[in-house]
């Protein structure tokens, strides 16, 4: 079993930044793929970035690239996700989520794959 937790999240400014953190407990991340979701009330969890279970490989949805950047620690421990230039609406609750791919190089896209999910931390970006 894997517990995660998030952290980091919080009201900010349009154009500021935030970076969220992920924490495991239970057991190492490595082998698992991390991603990063977050949802808004009356709509679906949205993927934000995943990173490979080495950290060799990342996805990023339309919205993210080139403000957001996924990254894990080399202990295995904690996964990490930089937000710049935050828009109104990045809005949402940001969830941390962790699928077991050994050493497979498969970036996960789908919510329902992911086994493992933190609580959340809400992120809000004012205008």
């Known amino acids: 079993q894997i517990q995660l937790v998030e952290s980091g999240g919080g009201l900010v400014q349009a154009g500021g930044s935030l970076r969220l953190s992920c924490a495991a407990s239970g057991r190492s991340l490595g082998g698992y793929s991390i991603a990063w979701f977050r949802q808004v009330p009356g709509k679906e969890r949205e993927l934000v970035a995943s990173v490979l279970w080495n950290g060799d490989g990342t996805f990023y949805g339309d919205f993210g690239k080139g403000r957001f950047t996924i990254s894990r620690d080399g202990a295995g421990r904690s996964v990490y996700l930089q937000m710049n230039s935050l828009k109104p609406e990045d809005t949402a609750v940001y969830y941390c989520?962790?699928?077991?791919?050994?050493?497979?190089?498969?970036?996960?896209?789908?919510?329902?794959?992911?086994?493992?999910w933190g609580q959340g931390t809400q992120v809000t970006v004012s205008s």
């Open positions: 989520a962790a699928a077991f791919t050994g050493r497979q190089p498969v970036l996960i896209t789908q919510a329902e794959e992911y086994d493992y």
